[in-house]
C-alpha cells in the first residue's frame, strides 16, 4: 500500500513537503509509518506519545480522536503533519 | 493611564481630562473604557455616520510599557457596518507614540466643517488644515505629514479615499500598513472629516511599582519564548501559516462557505509566502514575536507592489473565499486595502458575495462595465478593491457590505455574515464552538471575541473535540471575557499562546500599584462584554433573534471534507451559553447586571422596555 505523509511549517525544513511510504500490507499502525521516514520518529514523539501541540490528521481527523499513535492507516490514506503553529 | 484629550470638531475646541481611578479600575484602558465612555456619552440609537457619534481612541495602562506584545491601540465607535457598539485593535508603532506624546485616549466627537487633522506631540495638540491631504491615499497622507511637520520619527494614523468615501468597511491605518481594520471606523473618521492624527513624543509612561512589574515581565517574556507557537513558527512563516492548518482540517470557506476546502490553498500560505515574496518581518513595537510580513510582488508581475502584509485573514478572503490562488494578485489587493484605507477582510469576503450573485445570475450586466467576477479571477479581485474605495460602478454596492450587498441584488441568504459583520477565515461547521462565538459576537462576524480555534484545531491550552458541542458555552466565555481584558490592557493576543489572565493580573498589578487578582480581572472582561450587549440592546434590540448564524451553515451540511455532512447545532449551545452568562434570550437580566456593578444599565434597559424578566 502507498501512503502519502505532507509536511507543513518548519518541518518542510527537515522532511521536504511530502514523502511517500510503501508497505507490503493493507493497512497498518501510523507509529509503523512514521517510522518508516529518517528523523520521522525522533522529531514528533516523545515517550510513546504524540508531543504537545503536534498534530497529526489522518484524512483530516487529528488522531488524538482516533486511536493516536495506534490510528490504522489504509492504502490511500493522507497524513498531514503539523508542528505547533497558530495566528490569527 | 486616564489623561484624555477631547476633541470637539464641530467647534475646534480641545480640551484636556482626566478619567477618575475608580473608573478605569472598573473598565481597565482600551475596549472597555470606550464601551464605559461610549455608554455614558452616545445615545446608542445614534446613526453612526452623524456628528451626534463619537469615535474613541485609546491605548490601554500597559501600552508602550515592557510588557511583552504591548503596541497596540484600538479605535472604539457606533459601527456604520453593523450598528453595535465596536472596538478595532490595531498594532505597529503609533499606540506607544500617542502614549509618549502625553495621552492615553482621544475622544472625537461633532464633525469638521473642512478637513483637518490633529497633531500632538508632548502634551500639545493642535487642529490644522487637512485640505492637501483630502483625497490621498495613506501612504501619501503618511509622507506630506512627516515632511511637513519635520521629524521622521513622527507615526501616522489616518484614513485613506475609502474612508472619506464612506465605505462601510473603511479602516484606520496606522504606519502605512496597520488596521483597525473591521466596521468601518474608517467611515466614522470621513463623516466627521478628520483625515489624520499625527503624534510624536517623548514622555515615557509611570509604572507605579517598577521591582514587581519587572518581575512580571520576566515571568511573561519567558512564558513567550518557551512557546513554540510564538516562538518558532509565527516567527518563520507569519499568521498565513494556519492556511495549511485550517485547509487541510475542512474549513477553510471557499466560495462564500459552499465548501470547506481550497485544493491549490498552498499557493498562497505561509510557507509559500515565506519562499516566494518574503522581504522581511516585521514586528510591531515593543514586540519578541514578529509576526507581521513586508513582502513584494516583482515588477515584471501585472501585480506588482510591495508593503505590508498579507496576514492569514487577507490570504483567505482575496483567496479561497473568492476562489482565488494567485499569490501576486492576492498580495496586491492586500496593499491596495492598505493604501485606500480599507478592512481586507470585508473586501475579499464581499468580493465572494458578488461573485456568487454573479454566478447565480443575480448581477446586471451593466452594472460590471465589461468586469467578470468569476470564481478564481485574479484581475477581478484587484479591480473591485479600487471600485470599491472609489464606490465606481458595481463598487457602490460592494462598498455597502455583503448583508446589503446580498438584499439589493435579491439573495439574502448568500450574506455571510453576524450582525451585518462579513465572517472570517473559519467555517464553523468544522468546529462547533467558534460557531457559537461567532453567533454571540457582541461586533457581529468576528473570529477575535472568542478564538476557539485555539483549542479546537491548534490544541492550545488543550486540544478539544471540534465536533463536540459539549462544554463548548463555557470556553467561549472564558475566551470572550478573557479577550476583553486582552483589548482593554492592550495587548496583542498572540500572548494568549503562552500567557493568560493571572499573567496579566500581575504585568497590571505591577504598572499600576492597584493589586488586581486573575478573579478581579475576569469580571472585568464579564463586565465588559454585558456592557456592550447592553449597547446593542438599547441599539437595535439585540438578543437572542441575533445569535444566530446564516442559514448555509445551520442547515446546509458541509458538502466534502473531514467535516462532511457537519452543520453547526447551535441550539444545542446557545441555551447553556445564555444560563451561564446569566442572560435571558440573550440579554442580562438585573440580576448580572447589579451582579457587575451596572445597575445604571438595568435601569436604562428597563425604562425603554427592554430588561429580561
Same mark, same amino acid.
Not at chain 2, 470572550?480 to 497590571?508: E, P, R
Given at each position: ?17 511530502? !514523502? ?5 500490507? #493493507?493497512?497498518?499502525? @501510523? ?5 518508516? +521516514?529518517?528523523?520521522?520518529? &525522533? ?11 503536534? !498534530? ?5 481527523? #487529528?488522531?488524538?480522536? @482516533? ?5 490504522? +492507516?489504509?492504502?490511500?490514506? &493522507? ?10 | ?613
Amino acid at each position: 500500500m502507498k501512503i502519502t505523509i505532507l509536511f507543513f511549517a518548519t518541518l518542510r525544513d527537515k522532511f521536504g513537503k511530502e !514523502k511517500t511510504v510503501k508497505l507490503n500490507r #493493507n493497512s497498518t499502525r @501510523l507509529i509503523e509509518v512514521i517510522s518508516k +521516514v529518517d528523523g520521522l520518529k &525522533e522529531e514528533i514523539v516523545e515517550e510513546g506519545s504524540i508531543k504537545k501541540m503536534y !498534530k497529526i490528521l489522518v484524512n483530516g481527523i #487529528n488522531v488524538e480522536f @482516533l486511536d493516536k499513535l495506534d490510528t490504522l +492507516v489504509r492504502d490511500g490514506d &493522507e497524513i498531514c503533519i503539523f508542528p505547533p503553529a497558530g495566528g490569527g | 493611564m486616564g489623561k484624555i484629550l477631547r476633541v470637539n470638531l464641530t467647534d475646534e475646541k480641545l480640551r484636556d481630562e482626566t478619567i477618575p481611578e475608580d473608573i478605569l479600575r472598573k473598565w481597565i484602558g482600551g475596549r472597555g473604557l470606550g464601551v464605559y465612555l461610549m455608554l455614558k456619552e452616545v445615545d446608542p440609537k445614534v446613526d453612526p455616520l452623524s456628528p451626534a457619534n463619537k469615535l474613541i481612541i485609546l491605548t490601554g495602562p500597559l501600552t508602550g510599557t515592557a510588557a511583552p506584545e504591548s503596541g497596540r491601540w484600538c479605535s472604539v465607535t457606533k459601527a456604520p457596518l453593523t450598528n453595535t457598539i465596536h472596538d478595532s485593535q490595531s498594532g505597529g508603532k503609533w499606540g506607544p507614540e500617542l502614549k509618549f506624546a502625553g495621552y492615553d485616549a482621544i475622544i472625537i466627537e461633532g464633525a469638521a466643517e473642512k478637513p483637518l487633522y490633529l497633531w500632538i506631540h508632548d502634551g500639545k495638540a493642535e487642529l490644522r488644515d487637512a485640505k492637501h491631504l483630502w483625497g490621498k491615499d495613506t501612504h501619501a497622507t503618511t509622507d506630506i505629514l512627516i515632511e511637513e511637520l519635520g521629524d521622521k520619527n513622527i507615526k501616522v494614523m489616518c484614513i485613506g479615499p475609502a474612508g472619506e468615501n464612506l465605505v462601510k468597511f473603511a479602516c484606520l491605518i496606522n504606519d502605512k500598513g496597520r488596521a483597525a481594520g473591521r466596521g468601518g471606523h474608517g467611515a466614522v473618521l470621513g463623516s466627521k472629516k478628520l483625515k489624520a492624527i499625527a503624534v510624536r513624543g517623548t514622555m515615557k509612561p509611570p509604572i507605579a511599582n517598577e521591582e514587581k512589574f519587572r518581575e512580571a515581565v520576566r515571568i511573561n517574556v519567558d512564558k513567550l519564548k518557551k512557546s513554540p507557537v510564538t516562538g518558532d513558527a509565527l516567527p518563520k512563516y507569519g499568521t498565513a501559516v494556519l492556511v495549511n492548518i485550517i485547509n487541510k482540517h475542512g474549513l477553510l470557506p471557499t466560495r462564500n462557505f459552499q465548501t470547506g476546502v481550497h485544493p491549490t490553498a498552498d499557493k498562497y500560505s505561509g510557507e509559500t509566502i515565506a519562499e516566494k515574496i518574503l522581504v522581511r518581518k516585521m514586528p510591531c513595537w515593543g514586540c519578541i514575536i514578529a509576526c507581521g510580513r513586508y513582502t513584494r510582488i516583482p515588477k515584471d508581475s501585472p501585480f506588482a507592489g510591495e508593503g505590508d502584509g498579507p496576514e492569514y485573514e487577507t490570504v483567505w478572503a482575496f483567496g479561497a473565499q473568492t476562489g482565488t490562488d494567485n499569490l501576486e494578485a492576492i498580495s496586491k489587493a492586500n496593499y491596495l486595502c492598505n493604501e485606500l484605507g480599507l478592512d481586507t477582510i470585508s473586501m475579499g469576503h464581499v468580493i465572494g458575495t458578488l461573485m456568487e450573485l454573479y454566478e447565480k445570475g443575480k448581477i446586471p450586466e451593466e452594472k460590471l462595465r465589461g468586469l467578470v467576477p468569476e470564481w478564481g479571477n485574479p484581475a477581478a479581485i484587484v479591480e473591485l478593491t479600487w471600485r470599491t474605495a472609489y464606490r465606481s460602478g458595481i463598487g457602490d454596492d460592494l462598498a455597502e457590505g455583503a448583508k446589503r450587498l446580498a438584499e439589493k441584488y435579491g439573495m439574502p441568504e448568500v450574506a455571510m455574515v453576524v450582525r451585518g459583520q462579513e465572517l472570517p477565515a473559519y467555517d464553523p461547521r468544522g468546529a462547533q464552538g467558534h460557531g457559537l462565538g461567532y453567533a454571540t459576537s457582541n461586533r457581529g462576524g468576528c473570529h477575535l471575541r472568542a478564538y476557539m480555534i485555539a483549542p479546537e484545531i491548534l490544541g492550545v491550552p488543550q486540544l478539544v473535540d471540534r465536533f463536540e458541542t459539549k462544554g463548548k458555552p463555557a470556553l467561549v466565555i472564558e475566551f470572550q471575557n478573557g479577550f476583553a481584558v486582552v483589548d482593554s490592557l492592550i495587548l496583542c493576543k498572540f500572548n494568549t499562546f503562552a500567557t493568560w489572565v493571572d499573567d496579566f493580573a500581575m504585568l497590571l498589578t505591577g504598572a499600576t500599584g492597584w493589586d488586581i487578582t486573575e478573579e478581579e480581572l475576569k469580571k472585568v472582561g464579564e463586565r465588559i462584554y454585558n456592557a456592550e450587549r447592553v449597547f446593542n440592546i438599547l441599539s437595535f434590540g439585540d438578543g437572542k433573534e441575533y445569535d444566530t448564524l446564516p442559514a448555509r451553515l445551520l442547515k446546509e451540511p458541509m458538502p466534502e471534507g473531514p467535516g462532511k455532512g457537519k452543520v453547526v447545532k447551535l441550539d444545542e449551545m446557545l441555551p447553556e451559553y445564555y444560563r451561564l452568562r446569566g442572560w435571558k434570550d440573550g440579554r442580562p437580566t438585573r440580576e448580572k447586571l447589579e451582579e457587575l456593578g451596572l445597575k445604571e444599565l438595568a435601569d436604562r434597559l428597563e425604562s425603554e422596555g427592554l430588561l429580561p424578566e
